[in-house]
């Protein structure tokens, strides 16, 4: 209940008319609140059409191969890697293709820089990765006999190929094994076929 001098002081006030808007003041006043849910949900859907591309464009290899050395392969010797082991490979995931993929990891056998030893680390890192991952069944190496010492995943069955490196495969114990076995087995002896 408003008081005496409550309705004395607002005896004059009329109520506001409303305000009749045109249809571009509508719309700026709509945009005007609701400008950041627009621009959040169009975010949300470029981030969602972004994942669902590269989930839907993304390339599996059929195989893949580690190289690790001290030095990096250059892109052309890593091409003739790739297409030599894609030649006398199959499509072993059914896209019609047969994909390789070289993995590079470089280790420095010496040096104390703290650059360098942060470097190493990291390499060492994503190899253990590779590893753990079960991603890698070729292996071109180096030095077989130290990879070996150091990680103990390697059949003894390497062998010598170009440029003074080796090749060899990953050992596998238990039911943790590549993707492709068979077909990396196949792979294998072809390549030892074409060493001899």
């Known amino acids: ?64 191969m580690a190289y690790v050395g001290s030095t990096p392969l250059s892109a052309g010797d890593g091409a003739i890697w790739e297409t030599q082991l894609a030649a006398l490979g199959t499509d072993c995931n059914g896209d019609g293709k047969v994909i390789v993929q070289l993995n590079q990891y ?15 680390s990291a390499a060492a890192v994503k190899l253990l990765a590779d590893l753990d991952a079960r991603e890698s069944y070729f292996f071109l190496l180096e030095d077989p006999e130290r990879f070996q010492a150091d990680y103990e995943v390697l059949e003894e069955d390497w062998f010598p190929v170009a440029g003074g490196l080796y090749l060899a495969r990953r050992e596998f ?24």
Do not use: F
Not at 39 to 56: C, D, E, H, K, R
Not at 110 to 118: I, P, Q, R
Not at 177 to 194: D, I, Y
């Open 1 to 64: 209940m408003a008081s005496e001098y409550l309705k004395w002081k607002y005896r004059n006030v009329q109520p506001e008319k409303p305000v009749e808007m045109t249809r571009q003041q509508r719309r700026r006043n709509w945009w005007h609140y609701h400008k950041w849910y627009v621009l959040a949900a169009a975010a949300a859907v470029l981030i969602a059409v972004n994942w669902a591309w590269n989930a839907l464009t993304q390339v599996h290899p059929d195989y893949q």
């Open 106 to 120: 470089l280790t420095t056998q010496n040096g104390s820089d703290s650059e360098l030893s942060m470097y190493n």
């Open 173 to 196: 114990w238990g039911d943790r094994t590549a993707k492709h076995m068979e077909e990396c087995g196949l792979l294998w002896e072809r390549l030892a076929e074409e060493a001899s």
